[in-house]
Structure formats: C-alpha cells, structure tokens
C-alpha cells in the first residue's frame, strides 16, 4: 500500500502506557477539592489557588507512565494516522454526495486495557468502535496477531482492520447502529446474532467502499493489496475463529459472519465503491 506521502490524522488520541483510572497519587480529584475548601475556609482566593495548584503541576489528573515505544510500533502509530486520516477525507467527500456531513471519529491506541463509554475492555477482544464516545480503539499489539496467529500478514490487511471500524462509525452517523440495538433487545438469541452478522458484514461492505474511492483517488493500492485485505477477512470469520478455539463450528453463535460472507461483501464494497450496494439487512442471501 502507498500510505508513506499520506496526511496525518489529527483525531489520534495515544493512551499507550496509560495506566488504567491512574489518578496521580500527588492530588486532584477529591484530594484537590478537599484542598481548595480547607484553603477557602482560611481566607485564601480559590482562583488564585486553582491557579498556583495549576501552575505547579499538583492537579494532574492523569498520571501516567510512557516506556519508550519501539521503531517498529511508531511505525506502526503513524501508518495508522494515514489509513484514519484516508478514510476521513473518502467519508467526508461520500457524505457530501449525499448531502451529509461527516463527523470524524478518534482513534485511541492503547496498550493492555483501555476504558470507553462502552465500558472497561481488554486487548483481546481486539480492535472496536465505541457508538457512545464515537471512538476506534486498537491495541496495535493486535497487528501482530493478525500476523501471526492469523496468518494475515500486509500493510493493507491491517488498513482494512482500521476501515472496518470506521465502517462501524458510518452505521453509527447513518442511525443504523440505533436501529440494530433496538431491534436486538426484541429479539431471540439467535435473531440478535443474525442481526450483528448483518451489521459486521456491512462495515466489512463500507470498508471496500473505503478502498475503492481511496484508491480512485489517491491510487493507494500496490500489487498484492487486494489479497491481503480479502486474506485478512476471510482469516477473521467467526468459523476459521471458532475452529482454531473450539475446533468445531456453530453458526448459530456466530456474531461476525463466515469468513466467505466477510469477503465476499467486502469485495461488494471493493468493486461498487457504493454505499447502497452495501444493503446487507435487505440481502436475499449473504
Ligand atoms: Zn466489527
């Protein structure tokens, strides 16, 4: 993939080497207030007191540890600026063709443990999007996974991870998100996961959609590309996922799609280029 000449992304927010709720043990919170009311009660000015507390470091909220980030993972941070920074510019032309306007979603990297509005979440349950703080989260560790454990290997397989959350953003901004945890609450377990394969195999859709109009304008795509990005769906379907962990398949608990279903309609979204050909809830087969 051509990604080296690309745009940053300005909307990477990097938690790596946080720690998780890290108040710093020097203040803030409770601490700090219990400061300030003790300061007011003997006469001190709050404002100016904020101001000192402020000036002199005591209020950090965040205390964090930062160990030194590796070549390779600083490589890593920055293709994935480009590859945000790609899909923010194809969306926002796409909402614009549509009359829309495309808010950009962050993207938080984080090592370990991360905590969003959806809640406290582990790296292994991989790269997600958030609907309630409209954010991607990822773990970069997770590339080398996909390497490895998955046998996905290439710049491209890891750009279409990043598209397939953005593609999960798209359906946030389009209400489909709302409209599939509605309709899941009705309804019986295996309709639920019926529901979120529909939802998964379209943000695989969007993330062709991504590929293409990128690749029309800014001719981001080398030799082999396309591969990688259909190897890496087709590595992650919850069959070939199932099998490695249980050896055995259950299509009834699948929550993603088969790894046919998730090339086959990321290639859609590869071909077309075009958000409607990505209508999975009304697709009379998968
Ligand atoms: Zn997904």
Redesign the pocket.
């Known amino acids: 993939m051509r990604w080296r000449m690309g745009r940053r992304s300005t909307n990477v927010e990097d938690r790596r080497g946080m720690r998780i709720g890290g108040r710093g043990a020097a203040g803030g919170g409770l601490g700090l207030i219990i400061i300030l009311v003790i300061a007011v009660l003997l006469g001190a000015d709050p404002v100016k007191l904020l101001n000192d507390i402020s000036s002199t470091g005591v209020d950090q909220s965040s205390y964090y540890e930062q160990p030194p980030v590796s070549e390779e993972d600083q490589q890593l941070a920055d293709f994935v600026s480009v590859v945000l920074a790609d899909t923010e510019d194809t969306w926002t032309e796409i909402f614009t063709q549509y009359n829309g306007t495309y808010r950009e979603p962050t993207l938080v990297l984080f090592t370990g443990a991360v905590e969003s509005a959806c809640g406290y979440a582990q790296s292994a349950v991989g790269p ?2 958030c609907p309630g703080d409209q954010k991607v989260y990822i773990d970069l560790d997770f590339y080398r996974d996909l390497k490895n454990r998955y046998q996905a290997p290439g710049d491209f397989a890891q750009a279409y991870v990043i598209a ?2 953005v ?2 953003h798209v359906q946030n901004l389009m209400g489909i998100s709302d409209q599939v945890y509605q309709a899941r609450q009705r309804a019986s377990q295996a309709d639920a996961n019926r529901l979120s394969v529909l ?2 195999l379209q ?1 695989d859709c969007f993330a062709g959609v991504w590929a293409h109009n990128a690749n029309k304008a800014r001719q981001i795509l080398e030799e082999g590309d396309i591969e990688e990005g259909l190897n890496a769906a087709s590595s992650i379907g919850d069959d070939r996922l199932q099998k490695q962990s249980q050896g055995r398949v259950t299509p009834d608990s699948f929550t ?1 799609g088969s790894s046919a279903q998730r090339v086959r309609w990321f290639k859609k979204g590869l071909e077309t280029g075009d958000v409607e050909a990505c209508n999975t809830f009304e697709a009379k087969s998968l």
Request: aromatic letters at 20%; glycine letters at 10%; charged letters at 20%.
């Open positions: 997600f999007y397939h959350e593609g999960h939802q998964e943000a993603h």
